[in-house]
């Protein structure tokens, strides 16, 4: 037996979630009495391999395939069939990001495994193997049970901490064959993002609405997270008249996010801006209504200007980091 | 070419959900119903397709599983412009079973484009669009953020973490859509509601799947602490707040 996470690289580094992932595998294999393994698909060198050992993991089952590539949901889904099957995983865990959300949903046909898609916790109980998941966009949440021998869960990113347990993982290089023929997604070409921290990544997130007013008055937000090493995000109107790009659009059809501290600036609160960051630890909202619903999902507050306000957080972030 | 729109019937995000039986099921008394957003959106891209005589496109179809109480989000999706409905006439009780019903019907129907939406605002699962597509053993696409058909060649934009991929795929597939896919949603005109009554909405029964999931309950999120106000004129004092109470800077 086994709990089998599948993480995620960048150009050979893991990916924080990864990490998360990898700490969660191994609380998730304790409460199971058993050992996580993690499978990375990529050109991962053997010291960044051995990282995932920080965090708990047993064994790392290392595929580095030329026709893996890029990612094609069908070849991806079976190579980590295989692996599990090798591995006699009990749970298998994936982020619950774009990549996991394409490929989850697969393996759970493909392994007739129950799915607990976008968890936030461990789960409640292991039998009956039980989950809390999001559900009505932040509006409830739902124990769910996953009624079959093998489960899958997806887990939110940012929601679980990183747990450092130096296990002394050991690498076990492994091949597998893929089936060119079966490839039907063919990648003509990739835009990267570089030098900007992902906003689904990030551990603070400033946030600005329509209440900024125009696009002209970013600097102070732009600089205020450049700061705090925060990524930068906005509601819906914002990124629908093109005042900042549509990355950066959050809520429940923009990004759903979880960072620990969320600045809502001139952002009024909407029940569908707050589907997507109701998650975070931390929301800090700065707009001139006081009644604004914002207040009531923040933990702190100033009744005031944002374009007043913003120049002297910028300050006192200045003098507070510079003691 | 044949596009198949698969959509869910779903509470309006800003109606306040209750619980009955036990906090087991959703209590449906007062719920103002709509189409879920993803779905409204990606029956809009499919129905630009449509329009542009280029894309060879011919017809757009919609997919619902569920009881009759949603023939009035099929009628909507029908209004807004669909040419056709299909309904398979049970209960959804999850994500499993819900893709194994639209699979069933797919295979008899047959489509070159399926679009589903990348979640459903009600159990937030992402898992049939992608589910449906391993059931048909068809490629997908997933966080697809445009879709386009050029010489008879689907070009997909799809969202990578940092960044964003072009792809080509074949057809048959099934896309899974997300922000971009549409801009603002279409909405039904006088006529289209008009033509919508009379449009067919053919029905199926649903073949027998075992669901992998069950709900126990649900529960209402944790209330949070009440805000704590920090003077304008002051923002220092937040900044402070924040290391030392909140201790997340
Ligand atoms: C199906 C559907 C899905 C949606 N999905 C999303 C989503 O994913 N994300 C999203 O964000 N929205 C979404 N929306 C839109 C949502 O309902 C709101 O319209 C939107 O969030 C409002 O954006 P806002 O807060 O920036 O603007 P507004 O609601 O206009 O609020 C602006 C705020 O700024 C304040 N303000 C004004 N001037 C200042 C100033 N000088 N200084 C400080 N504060 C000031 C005002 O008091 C107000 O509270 C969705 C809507 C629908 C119907």
Redesign the interface.
């Given at each position: 037996m086994s709990v089998l996470v599948f993480t995620?690289n960048?150009d050979g580094k893991f990916?924080k979630l990864s990490f998360e992932l990898a700490s969660y595998a191994s609380k998730v294999a304790e409460m199971l009495n058993t050992n996580a393994v993690a499978l990375s698909i990529g050109n991962v060198d053997e010291s960044e391999l051995k990282k995932l050992g920080n965090y708990g993991v047993k064994k790392i089952v290392n595929i580095n395939n030329d026709a893996l590539k890029?990612?094609?949901?069908?070849a991806y889904?079976s190579v980590i069939a295989e692996i599990a099957q090798k591995e006699s995983s009990e749970v298998i865990i994936l982020s619950?990001?774009?990549?996991g959300?394409?490929?989850?949903?697969?393996l759970?046909?493909?392994l007739?495994?129950?799915?607990?898609?976008?968890v936030s916790q461990l789960p409640l109980s292991t039998s009956p193997f039980?989950v809390y998941?999001?559900?009505?966009?932040?509006?409830?949440?739902?124990?769910?049970?996953?009624?079959?021998g093998v489960k899958i869960i997806?887990l939110a990113q940012n929601s679980f901490e990183l747990i450092e347990t130096a296990n002394g993982a050991s690498v076990e290089n492994f091949s597998v064959n893929v089936d060119a023929s079966n490839i039907?997604?063919?990648?003509?070409?990739?835009?990267?993002?570089t030098g900007?921290i992902?906003i689904?990544?990030a551990?603070?997130v400033v946030s600005g609405g329509r209440g900024m007013k125009s696009p002209d008055n970013w600097e102070p937000l732009v600089e205020l997270a450049n700061l705090?090493g925060a990524a930068t995000a906005c509601s819906r109107p914002v990124s629908?008249e093109g005042w900042r790009s549509?990355?950066e659009?959050t809520g429940?059809?923009?990004k759903i996010i979880a960072p620990?501290?969320y600045f809502a600036i001139g952002i009024s609160g909407?029940?569908?801006h707050i589907?997507g960051v109701?998650s975070s630890?931390?929301i800090?909202?700065i707009n001139t209504d006081k009644d604004a619903p914002i207040?009531?999902?923040?933990?702190?507050?100033?009744?005031?200007?944002a374009s007043?306000?913003l120049p002297?957080?910028v300050?006192?972030?200045k003098?507070?980091k510079g003691k | 070419m044949k596009i198949l729109v698969c959509i869910s019937n779903v509470p309006d995000t800003t109606t306040k959900v209750k619980f009955v039986e036990g906090n087991t099921k959703l209590d449906t008394t007062g719920i103002q119903w709509v189409i879920n957003p993803w779905d409204e959106l990606s029956l809009t891209r499919a129905l630009e397709l449509k329009d542009d005589a280029s894309t060879g496109v011919k017809s757009v179809s919609v997919a619902h599983v569920g009881s009759i109480a949603a023939e009035p989000t099929i009628r909507k999706a029908l209004a807004i412009g669909a040419d056709d409905a299909i309904r398979v006439n049970a209960e959804p009780a999850d994500a499993y079973y819900v893709a194994s019903q639209l699979a069933e019907v797919i295979k008899k129907e047959q489509f070159d484009i399926v679009i589903c939406g990348i979640e459903s605002s009600d159990f937030n699962g992402s898992t049939v669009g992608s589910m449906l597509s391993e059931l048909l053993d068809y490629p997908s696409v997933s966080a697809v953020s445009s879709l386009k058909i050029e010489n008879g060649q689907v070009v997909i934009s799809r969202e990578i973490d940092g960044g964003k991929e072009i792809v080509h795929v074949s057809t048959p597939f099934v896309a899974v859509v997300q922000k971009g896919i549409a801009k603002e949603p279409r909405i039904a005109a006088m006529r289209g509601i008009m033509m919508a009554r009379t449009k067919p909405i053919k029905l199926y029964e649903p073949i027998a799947v075992e669901p992998l999931t069950q709900v126990v309950s649900f529960e209402m999120p944790k209330p949070r602490a009440s805000c704590k106000f920090v003077d304008a004129e002051n923002p220092k004092q937040l900044i402070e707040l924040l290391q030392n109470e909140a201790k997340v800077i």
């Open positions: 995620e960048w990916k890029n990612l094609d949901d069908r889904t619950n990001n774009n990549m959300k394409g490929l989850a949903p697969r759970s046909v493909r007739k495994a129950a799915i607990g898609a976008g039980t998941k999001r559900a009505f966009s932040g509006n409830a949440f739902a124990h769910l049970e996953l009624k079959t997806t039907k997604v063919q990648v003509k070409d990739v835009q990267k993002q900007k992902l689904t990544d551990e603070i705090l629908d549509h990355e659009h429940q059809t923009g620990n501290l909407a029940t569908q589907a109701s630890k931390y800090v909202a207040f009531g999902a923040a933990q702190y507050g100033i009744i005031g200007d007043k306000v002297k957080l300050e006192a972030v003098e507070v | -």
